[in-house]
């Protein structure tokens, strides 16, 4: 159980372009899934808190109009990211909390790398 | 959230007991240890975690001391697909607690 997906697992887009990527829950409800950017030879940075329903929270530093997010159901987040340069190229990877039970125990998804040319 | 220290690299041989130490000297009373570790060019894996006392499951064990300020994971027989960074994090287990990520331990089987 408790399986995260996500969708592409790689892209490549040209500068100025919008891409979207999928995180689903396979196998539970998540009102709570976050995103992380990963650059390479670095740690995971978290972007972004997302929560059924409502605003997404946002890390300092990170722009909330270029790194969209929705959470329109408690199986699916979607990151876009728009506007897209070579800057922004890297590994993006989602996360999510099944349920709101004592413990709760955060499960990534397997990562969507993402290369701006 | 507190902050934790490991060592930035370590080896064990193939089928021995790997054994990555953390210091978490700061951990609040509501902090729970946790372990996740990546391999290369994968989404983090959720191995183990914590409050206070020892812990094992399918993947590992957790020894945490009695005053909670240091932990040990232990993978008991290591193979080559436990090559990966090891991460270490401190978080209370309430539903929004974001995880923060350092550096880890690579920790690299050797054949």
């Known amino acids: 159980g408790a399986v995260v997906s996500q969708h592409p697992s790689w892209v490549i887009c040209k500068s100025g372009t919008s891409v979207k990527i999928e995180c689903r829950s396979l196998?539970?409800?998540?009102?709570?899934m976050f995103w992380y950017r990963q650059f390479p030879k670095q740690s995971l940075m978290l972007m972004a808190t997302?929560?059924?329903?409502?605003?997404?929270?946002?890390e300092q530093g990170v722009e909330k109009d270029k790194f969209l997010i929705n959470h329109a159901s408690l199986t699916l987040s979607t990151l876009t990211v728009t506007s897209a340069h070579p800057e922004d190229s890297s590994f993006y990877i989602c996360?999510?909390?099944?349920?709101?039970?004592?413990?709760?125990?955060?499960?990534f998804g397997p990562g969507t790398r993402l290369l701006v040319l | 959230d507190a902050k934790t220290t490991q060592p930035p690299s370590m080896d064990c041989a193939e089928g021995r007991a790997a054994n990555l130490p953390c210091n978490h000297s700061?951990?609040?009373?509501?902090?729970?240890v946790y372990w996740y570790r990546q391999i290369h060019s994968q989404g983090p894996q959720y191995i183990i975690h914590?409050?206070?006392n020892n812990e094992t499951n399918e993947m590992a064990s957790l020894i945490i001391t009695e005053d909670r300020k240091s932990s040990t994971l232990i993978l008991p027989h290591a193979t080559l697909r436990d090559t990966a960074v090891y991460y270490c994090?401190?978080?209370?287990?309430?539903?929004?607690?974001?995880?923060?990520f350092g550096t880890g331990t690579r920790l690299t089987i050797i054949p």
């Open positions: 996360s999510a909390i099944p349920g709101q039970g004592i413990e709760e125990t955060q499960y």
């Open positions: 196998d539970f409800q998540a009102t709570t």
């Open positions: 997302s929560n059924e329903g409502s605003k997404a929270t946002y």
């Open positions: 700061t951990i609040s009373g509501n902090e729970y």
């Open positions: 914590g409050l206070k």
């Open positions: 994090i401190v978080r209370r287990n309430f539903g929004n607690e974001k995880l923060t």
